[in-house]
């Protein structure tokens, strides 16, 4: 198939640092080139792909000064796209809504993969007005604010199987991974480390917007002596900073759509400790990739009780469920099935 993956400009493809989309974007490409596809990439110039590289900017915008306004380098990735659109057999977007406004003028099927939380009244707003745009979703909970949009299927997150290394041996220390804000509970992990005695490494980033609640919140709470922070780190030194934890602390408090960090987590080996929001009952296996908890005396018990969990069986459920093979196959599976009824149409 000649298939187009629509990736935002906001990071590059995959991200040098923090970015789940993109990172998401980058092994659905390689997987569908490596299956033989031909694939273009629509994304910024310092995306590394082997797929066709269409760039509307050469850098990619979080760190780029220069760029006062996102939006405008957006609207010309769109013109992008529409320019080369009739080469496609299908186009998929991982942008957001922006397109939504010309996706009804394609000449092409195109398919929309939400990565974000739906729970927003805009975005409620707009799928009112354009419901028929096809979508897919990263997880059954994150459909629930639009339950009627014009679902095409829902798709897992997957890695390449060989991304992250599995490390046998339990580690001494518990993980926080991601970025900081308060949906994510940086704050809660800290707490967590601190009744259960043990150390704890955060490796986060700390977005523009959330600047305020880090140094309110969260740096007086690093002053405590098993509090490591790391900040930033690649994807090689995640491999790592995961696979010699003890666990991973998720104490999320949002309708987290997806949650990455879970998988990577079971590709090393990793047991995860989750609240139970958003996609975490669907990601995790309770009790096998780790345990789902509700609330902090449970995370505590949970962190506890998590020597119990076999390291193998959390790499053999990542196996099973979470690699980008599989990923990149349900999605050719979706596309075969949208490029078949847009041909059955047109000779109705």
């Not at 041996?169 to 005695?197: M, T, W």
């Amino acid at each position: 198939m000649r298939i187009a993956q629509v990736a935002p400009l906001i990071e590059s493809v995959p991200p040098k640092h923090y970015g789940g989309t993109e990172r998401i974007v980058s092994y659905l490409t390689e997987e569908l080139v490596r299956s033989g596809h031909d694939v273009t990439l629509f994304g910024s110039g310092d995306s590394v792909t082997s797929a066709r590289l269409v760039a509307p900017i050469r850098r990619s915008l979080r760190k780029n000064e220069r760029c006062k306004d996102p939006v405008a380098r957006e609207l010309i990735l769109i013109d992008h796209v529409v320019e080369h659109a009739s080469e496609f057999d299908i186009i998929h977007f991982h942008t957001g809504y922006p397109h939504f406004a010309i996706c009804r003028y394609l000449p092409v099927p195109h398919v929309t993969t939400l990565h974000g939380r739906l729970d927003i009244p805009d975005f409620v707003a707009v799928h009112e007005r354009f419901r028929d745009v096809p979508l897919v979703s990263i997880s059954n909970a994150q459909r629930a604010p639009i339950i009627s949009a014009n679902w095409q299927a829902t798709i897992y997150h997957g890695l390449p199987e060989d991304l992250f290394r599995f490390y046998p041996d339990r580690g001494d220390y518990l993980a926080f991974l991601g970025r900081i804000s308060p949906e994510k509970g940086a704050d809660r992990a800290i707490e967590i480390a601190k009744r259960v005695g043990m150390p704890l490494k955060i490796a986060a980033k700390v977005d523009r917007a959330d600047r305020r609640y880090f140094k309110r919140v969260v740096e007086p709470l690093l002053s405590d002596p098993r509090v490591k922070w790391i900040g930033e780190i690649t994807d090689q030194q995640k491999n790592e900073f995961l696979g010699k934890a003890y666990a991973l602390l998720f104490p999320i408090d949002w309708p987290e759509p997806f949650g990455l960090v879970m998988i990577e987590a079971m590709a090393c080996g990793t047991p995860v400790i989750a609240y139970h929001r958003g996609s975490v009952p669907e990601v995790m296996e309770n009790g096998v990739t780790g345990f789902v908890v509700r609330q902090l005396d449970q995370a505590v018990e949970a962190t506890r009780r998590v020597r119990n969990v076999s390291r193998a069986g959390c790499r053999e459920v990542f196996e099973k469920r979470f690699t980008a093979d599989r990923m990149a196959s349900d999605y050719v599976n979706a596309y075969e099935r949208m490029v078949h009824q847009d041909a059955a149409y047109a000779y109705a």
